[in-house]
């Protein structure tokens, strides 16, 4: 089961990564929003291993803007996704414990 969420987070963030490359994109708001939603509902409904699901949806997204651009503030989509992540595995531990 691990492996195949392993593989969702990757496409989810191949995705974003695809749409951050297109050159008439320009509304990088609206992209970090859905990094760290995603990441968050990753986060939230597998709270077990939220590291990977951080890499495997905000990595994509530099590896493939520093080569092209040369400019790291890309970097920045790794942090959103892992932020993401872990409000989503942060939430689901304190609604556990309210129960």
Do not use: H, N
């Amino acid at each position: 089961m691990s492996k195949l969420v392993f593989i969702i987070a990757v496409a989810c963030g191949l995705f974003f990564a695809y749409v951050d490359s297109r050159p008439t994109f320009d509304d990088t708001g609206i992209l970090a929003f859905g990094i760290v939603a995603v990441a968050a509902a990753f986060g939230f409904i597998w709270p077990v291993g939220v590291w990977r699901w951080a890499l495997g949806i905000g990595v994509w997204i530099p590896l493939f803007s520093i080569p092209r651009t040369g400019e790291l503030a890309s970097l920045v989509a790794v942090a959103f996704a892992f932020a993401g992540a872990y409000l989503g595995a942060g939430i689901r531990r304190s609604q556990l414990r309210l129960t």
